[in-house]
């Protein structure tokens, strides 16, 4: 069977990944999170093995490349969907906050790859898929350092895309605008105020079902209306000219 590692897995977005790659069938699935308890549990449910650790460090990303291919013999699909968020305003962050937002929603991403790639380019196929976020396509208000992270992880698939063409290795960014999970909740009601319908993380599931069986390199999951006031005139056309790329 096909082995996909999808990180993130014990919360939100990653476990409606798992709970759907699940539900297509066939596939090995490796599931890492950092909190043991539901990471089980979701495992139970999908069938799946858990491999916690923590992705904020780049050993942790190394020993869970090691961990799934002595597992599981090799890795077809990653999803990088761990991430964090610190929203506020820049100047009152806290830079050790600054930089734990970089290693887990970029470093981690970067190491996930650089550790599973070889394995993958060996096989002449794979897919790696990351969970990117429209706060890098457009910057958003108060989340400074997490916007330029997902913009970055964009433009790592990009430029990997270049290195792999040719190739049947498939690098894809999955785009959600706000997404209904325990990291929108957190941030509190002034902020979900301004974003008043999110998005169901089935859906983005979907779409990240979608870019690994159609090979698609970027999806986006419009949300527009829960974008702050001033990007709504912008967003429509916006979307609609990314959404219908593909
Ligand atoms: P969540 O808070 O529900 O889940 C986050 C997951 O990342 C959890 O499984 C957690 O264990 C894992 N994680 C966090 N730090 C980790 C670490 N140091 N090591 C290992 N695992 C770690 O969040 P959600 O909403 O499901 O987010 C998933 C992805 O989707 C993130 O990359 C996020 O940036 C992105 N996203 C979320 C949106 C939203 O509005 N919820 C919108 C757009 C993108």
Known sequence: APVALITGASSGIGAAVATRFAAEGGWQLLLNGRDQERLDRIADHCGATALPCDLSDPAGCGQLVERALDVAGGVDVLVAGAGIGWAGPFMAMPPAAIDEV???????????????????????????????????AVGVREEAVYSAAKAAVAAFAESLRYELAGSRV??????PGAVNTPFFTRRGAPYQRSRPRPIAPARVADAVWDAVAHERSEVFVPGWLQLPARFKGLAPALFRRLATRF
């Open 170 to 175: 498939r690098v894809s960014v999955v785009v």
């Open 102 to 136: 970089l290693a887990v929603d970029l470093a981690a991403v970067m190491h996930l790859t650089r550790r599973v790639l070889p394995d993958i380019v060996r096989r002449d196929r794979g897919h790696l898929l990351f969970v990117g976020s429209i706060a890098g």
